[in-house]
């Protein structure tokens, strides 16, 4: 086997992007029951186990070798670029590909975050904005992120396995959500679900959930300037 693989053995830059991708996590989606905490807690170890091998140890590489005899000249840290055999532009076109769609899914999660936060505020019930095209716009950026960075742009053992894992548990977690808004909004939030899609908009709204998701990105970028 290849003594060392290029973009493996960095674990400065693995431990940065983890504390980054958790302050991120933790600061917008706020877990506070027990439940919530262990669906975070699930991504928080998708984030580790992705980081890890992203730029540590390249554990997915080497168990293919070990079981599958995969040719070892063509050893990347990246997956895809080994399966297929494309080297560095199989690696750059799963980046190009995985952090687009990661931005889109962050910039869903922090506007979503936004807008509930702004409707806790006044006491009311937030049915406009992107809540306006799905019903949990925070949870669907958290999938379409984590679907880019540890499927797309660099998929593992561990992340393709507990990846459909964390979106069961959102799932269950946001109709115990469902369950306490209807109790309080009753018939309104009843409304609301029948017209709008829980997770996932309509055929003809995702270049407008798109655009939304550009709100946030925009003000991030403002506010740093």
């Known amino acids: 086997m290849k003594d060392a693989i290029a973009h493996s053995g960095t674990w400065a830059l693995a431990v940065i992007m983890v504390v980054i991708a ?3 996590l933790y600061r917008f989606l706020a877990p506070k029951s027990w439940r919530e905490w262990a669906s975070a807690g699930l991504v928080q170890a998708f984030i580790i186990a ?3 091998e992203m730029y540590g140890f390249p554990l997915t590489i080497y168990l293919l070798v070990r079981f599958f005899g995969l040719d070892q000249t063509e050893l990347n840290a990246n997956l895809w670029s080994t399966l297929l055999g494309l080297g560095e532009t199989g690696m750059m076109i799963a980046m190009i590909l995985g952090y687009a769609l990661l931005f889109i899914g962050i910039g869903l999660f922090i506007q979503g975050w936004r807008e509930l936060y702004r409707a806790r505020q006044e006491d009311r019930l937030v049915t406009d904005g992107l809540y306006a095209i799905v019903r949990h716009p925070q949870y669907s950026g958290l999938f379409l992120a984590l679907f880019g960075e540890g499927f797309v742009h660099w998929p593992t ?3 393709i396995t507990v990846l459909p894992v964390i979106v069961l548990a ?7 959500e469902e369950k306490r808004v209807l109790a309080e909004f009753g018939d309104e939030y009843r409304a609301y679900q ?3 899609p829980m997770f996932f908009p309509r055929l ?8 939304q998701s550009q709100i946030a990105e ?3 970028e403002k506010r740093s300037n």
């Not at 959102?170 to 115990?176: I, K, S």
């Not at 003809?204 to 655009?211: D, H, S, V, Y």
């Open 204 to 211: 003809g709204q995702w270049r407008q959930l798109i655009a």
């Open 157 to 159: 053992v561990f992340s």
């Open 22 to 24: 958790s302050w991120v």
């Open 218 to 220: 925009d003000k991030v």
């Open 170 to 176: 959102y799932v269950l977690l946001a109709r115990r």
């Open 50 to 52: 992705l980081y890890a």
């Open 194 to 196: 029948q017209r709008v």
